[in-house]
């Protein structure tokens, strides 16, 4: 009997061993099949603000008015000392006094019975992103969100203003700040009208899917009182600047001065002794000695919108504006030039009136002053952006660039709902 038990379990130990030598060869036989080269794929951590999110419990919240970083995270569990250090420490990265209420933020918090929270995130801006770590060297890092660019085609109708119309097509309004830069010199748009309209191509830029500014603008047309007016982008001299459909440059420049024989008595300042009143107040202008009767010019193409008398200061004086951007004031003038009246339009160099010596004055000159989006700006500072057409060399490129922007833009149907063009 104990042999036939002995010889039975020799035999299972056998048949064992045997299966065991069978699965290591096929296993083995597997792996030697395999390629050497060959990558077994890992799948990668799904990242938040460079953060694995697939790692943490994370809570997304909102700064609620009148609240500080140290109320949010000593809500979580952070003691005041590691917040302390961590104010101390990120003042050269972020000041976390500038947290604004309705700012995003997201805490990432640990898998544990007892959740700590590990990091956390700031929202500077719907692009760039701040994270506090939270542990150990309480590092502070900050980080930018992916932008998608797609490239879009707009246009629409004005019936009340750019902004609206921009609205009212679902577009984005800054569009029409971005228009009235690129035309400043061309089209005065405060003198927008209903009837106005206007087609583009462009760079819609986006961040998980929410819009969040404009790129660049490849092509424009804006009709202004039935008249076109065209924009193209183009590189010369590897600078992008706009030129209209004959390669003209959109920028015009200013004049250096508003007359042409003159020496400068006065500067620009915020307190300067009146010569008059023997007082200090401020001076926003720059006074050109010159004799009676010089001849005073329109530094740039404007209309005139006030032609008066100031009895107490200026004397007669003519104001010119000259787009959306910039106005310029002349004073003291002995008279004004035939034909100058408000409401006229004037060109760059045009004779406007005369130097004289009217209102408050110790003598014959012109008080120049200038506005920018109604500051006074110091006018001898005032940037004379240059106005070079397309070169002669660069016309052929320009001509291609232009004939298809042009073909482009005249797909663009008027009135029609248009979604996106290409993708970028």
Request: with cysteine.
């Amino acid at each position: 009997m104990w042999k036939i038990i002995r010889l039975a379990l020799v035999g299972f130990g056998l048949f064992i061993a045997i299966t065991q030598f069978s699965c290591t060869t096929k296993a083995e036989k597997k792996v030697e099949e395999l390629p050497q080269d060959t990558i077994v794929p890992i799948a990668e951590p799904v990242l938040k603000y460079g953060l694995p999110i697939d790692s943490f419990d994370v809570e997304y919240g909102k700064v609620r008015n009148n609240q500080y970083l140290s109320q949010i995270l000593n809500e979580k569990g952070v003691s005041m000392v590691t917040i302390d250090k961590i104010a101390r420490k990120s003042k050269s990265i972020f000041d976390v006094r500038k947290i604004k209420s309705g700012e995003p933020y997201a805490i990432f918090s640990s898998r544990d019975s007892v959740p700590e929270a590990k990091y956390f995130v700031y929202e500077n801006s719907a692009v760039d992103y701040t994270v506090f770590e939270l542990f150990d060297t309480l590092g502070i890092t900050q980080g930018k969100k992916e932008v998608i660019t797609e490239l879009r085609i707009a246009q629409g109708e004005v019936e009340s203003s750019l902004w609206n119309a921009m609205i009212d097509n679902g577009q984005d309004p800054i569009l029409s700040l971005e228009l009235s830069k690129i035309f400043a010199w061309t089209i005065d748009f405060f003198g927008i009208q209903k009837g106005d309209r206007y087609r583009l191509i462009y760079d819609q830029k986006y961040v998980d899917s929410v819009p969040v500014g404009i790129g660049e603008i490849y092509a424009v047309e804006f009709d202004h009182y039935g008249e076109p007016n065209y924009a193209f982008r183009f590189e010369q001299d590897s600078i992008w600047d706009y030129f209209d459909d004959k390669g003209q440059s959109l920028r015009k420049t200013f004049l250096k001065a508003p007359l042409e024989y003159y020496r400068i008595s006065s500067r620009f300042s915020n307190s300067r002794m009146h010569p008059v009143l023997r007082i200090r107040r401020p001076h926003h202008g720059v006074d050109y000695a010159a004799p009676k009767g010089t001849p005073v010019m329109s530094i740039g193409d404007g209309t005139v919108i006030a032609k008066a008398y100031q009895k107490g200061g200026g004397g007669n004086y003519l104001k010119i504006k000259h787009n959306s951007a910039y106005t310029t004031t002349y004073m003291h003038l002995s008279g004004y030039a035939k034909g100058i009246s408000t409401g006229v339009r004037v060109r760059q160099g045009d004779v406007i009136g005369y130097v004289g010596a009217t209102g408050l004055a110790t003598g014959p000159h012109l008080d120049f002053r200038v506005h920018m989006y109604g500051k006074a700006i110091d006018p001898l500072k005032m940037k004379a952006d240059p106005v070079a057409p397309v070169k002669e060399e660069n016309m052929d490129r320009y001509v291609v660039l232009k004939d298809s922007m042009m073909n482009e833009l005249q797909k663009i149907k008027w009135a029609e709902d248009l979604d996106v063009l290409v993708s970028k």
